[in-house]
């Protein structure tokens, strides 16, 4: 029997032209069988995609031959062969949608000017070294810090990437630009970007983790800094490091321990609300707060 993974990996490198290797990546994608998400723009690749193990080693081995792509860094983690509904292969203006396309400068070793990579053991050296001096920084949606995150943490109120610009310039963080900012995401593409951001905004020394939250959780489980499962953008939607990770979320209706998420209502509302498994069943008759606010103004 063929043995399902999923793969999570991101380049940054000059693209001249995207259209071109979005086509490349879907007649790729298709002669391997492969389901899930490629952005391609003119600053590199962003991809999660499930498959067999030989499909999506065939694909990596392609992939890496483009020029600049050699060097990324492939996550993979176990899949099921139906964690994706489809192929969805994409261009952009950029990898990530903060609304910044023109800050973000890459070459083929990757971004310019952004914070340098921590690797997993370098993030607790630093941490034991500058305590109280060090502040993790989450550069994910809100929702996805509602299961894990690491301990301290500063979460900004933000639903999509497109808000983090506005959050960082209206001032309620400046008391950190003189402190040492660890920015983390899942596997590490939006901290690439988010770390320029900050930089460009005053905060005088921001780092980010190699390989994310992914790597770090690999390299220490629940034994390290970070605590919860973590949030991913496919059917699993939850994925613990180890048997000890502890359930942080709380139930939207009675508080109850939770990790698991549920759709809003509303079959056009994107809103993920935690739920536990005595109120769950209201999870299909219930529209989130969004909702009820944009339906009171019809």
């Given at each position: ?12 490198a000059?693209?001249a032209?995207p ?13 391997w ?7 391609v723009?003119p ?7 499930g ?12 992939t890496?031959?483009y ?11 176990d899949g ?18 903060f609304?910044a396309?023109d800050e973000?400068?890459v070459?083929?070793?990757?971004v ?6 921590l ?16 502040v ?10 509602q299961i894990?995150?690491?301990?301290n ?12 610009i ?14 040492k ?10 901290c ?6 900050m ?22 489980g629940?034994q390290g ?5 973590l ?12 048997d ?6 709380e139930?939207?209706?009675?508080a ?12 056009g ?6 739920y ?23």
């Amino acid at each position: 029997m063929a043995v399902h993974k999923i793969i999570l990996f991101y380049a940054f490198a000059p693209v001249a032209d995207p259209i071109a290797v979005k086509l490349w990546q879907r007649a790729l994608g298709e002669q391997w069988n492969l389901k899930g998400r490629v952005i391609v723009s003119p600053h590199g690749i962003n991809a999660t995609l499930g498959g067999t193990v030989e499909d999506l080693k065939r694909y990596v081995k392609s992939t890496k031959q483009y020029p600049g792509f050699g060097k990324m860094d492939v996550k993979w983690s176990d899949g099921t062969g139906e964690d994706f509904p489809r192929l969805s292969v994409k261009d952009r203006p950029e990898l990530v949608a903060f609304g910044a396309p023109d800050e973000i400068k890459v070459d083929r070793s990757g971004v310019i000017g952004g914070g340098p990579h921590l690797k997993p053991e370098d993030v607790n050296k630093l941490v034991e070294e500058h305590g109280d001096d060090v502040v993790f920084f989450d550069g994910r949606n809100a929702f996805e810090a509602q299961i894990g995150r690491f301990n301290n943490a500063v979460i900004p109120d933000v639903q999509t990437t497109h808000g983090f610009i506005e959050d960082i310039e209206s001032g309620k963080y400046d008391s950190l630009k003189g402190k040492k900012i660890i920015s983390y995401c899942t596997g590490g593409v939006r901290c690439e970007i988010l770390s320029v951001l900050m930089k460009n905004r005053g905060f005088e020394e921001v780092y980010q983790i190699e390989g994310g939250i992914v790597r770090y959780g690999e390299k220490f489980g629940s034994q390290g800094l970070w605590k919860g499962p973590l949030y991913v953008f496919d059917k699993r939607m939850v994925v613990n490091f180890d048997d000890d990770t502890q359930t942080l979320g709380e139930c939207s209706r009675c508080a109850a321990a939770t990790d698991h998420f549920a759709n809003c209502a509303d079959p056009g509302c994107k809103v993920l609300r935690l739920y536990c498994d005595d109120c769950a069943h209201f999870a299909a008759e219930e529209v989130c707060e969004d909702c009820v606010t944009r339906l009171a103004a019809v």
